[in-house]
């Protein structure tokens, strides 16, 4: 009745009954000791059904009803996650919710369960929180090889893309251009060069397929690269100096397509001793001493000069990669 009587002074009936029934329907949800708790608990974070059972000690269907009508109010919202259901107080509630929400914790506090329930809570969010910290104990000194749900190497390559000006790159013996393609997502152009007719065709249907119009791929022998001399930011040996004849010839080459402060990244294997390489890959070297590169390099002009060894294979014959790198 009351209601109705309100209803008059306002012109949009449709209205009121809204605002009211949403008032009403607050004034309900609140109008029970648990369900005040329950906000309470809420207020620090979001809970599943079980937590908030483990936090009051009650059953899960009492729980689950009282949850229900609080969403109802719409002061509580809830989130799937996988099999379970999390809940929360709504994030963003209007003047109304927000003050319901701050009288709900306030009559919470007068009760006598709050401190137990709150105690209750801390324990909770402690052990979520060492459950997480106890995996990353546990596995402390062997995370980088172990499997991790979405961390590979593509992930963090393309995070380092990130950090990479708009460069012009030179990838020789770039090959399907793998890496090619990855740089051209970020730098300004890419020259891909690549002394195989077959694999130079390839690459190009595919990164005109991938819509990488900066990305232009070059027949040609990377010892005298068909590039202009001092035009390139960057240019990339990578596996590929050692399928070269005359690799100190590769490197010099390498030099005068690069513009003055221009950098050069080799990776490439390390000195290794498993014959079958070339009869295997094609290789034309069994890897390079880091002395050889060094000093080529230097031969070549190059200032600088940092190599190291950055990756090492766990199954045999462990062949180790070496990155070498100068500038101009
Ligand atoms: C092992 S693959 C490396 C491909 C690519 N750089 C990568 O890291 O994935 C070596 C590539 O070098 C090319 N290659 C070999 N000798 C070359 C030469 N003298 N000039 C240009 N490319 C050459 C091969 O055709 C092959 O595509």
Redesign the pocket.
Known sequence: MRIAGRQQVFRDPGQVCLVMSSTLKSLRALSDPTRLRIVALLERDELSVNELQEATRMGQSRISTHLGLLQESSLVQSRRDGKRTFYRLHPHPDGTGREFIQLAIRGAKELLEFAEDQTNLKRILTRRREQAQVYFNQVAGRFDRIYGPGRSWQAFGHLLLRVLPPLVVA?????EG??SELLARRCKRVIA????DK?VAFGAAKAKKNGLKNLEFRL????DPPIESNSMDLVIL???LH???DPAKAIASAHRILRAGGQIMI?DLSRHNFEKAGEL?GDRWLGFAESDLHRWLEMAGFRKIEISVVAREEEPPHFQTVLAGGEK
């Not at 990838?171 to 090959?175: E, I, K, Q, T, V």
């Not at 060069?193 to 195989?196: A, F, H, P, T």
């Not at 040609?220 to 010892?223: E, I, N, R, T, Y």
């Open positions: 990838d020789l013996g770039a090959g793998l890496l060069v690549d002394n195989s694999i040609g022998d990377l010892q990578s596996q590929a399928h070269a004849e990776l890959y």
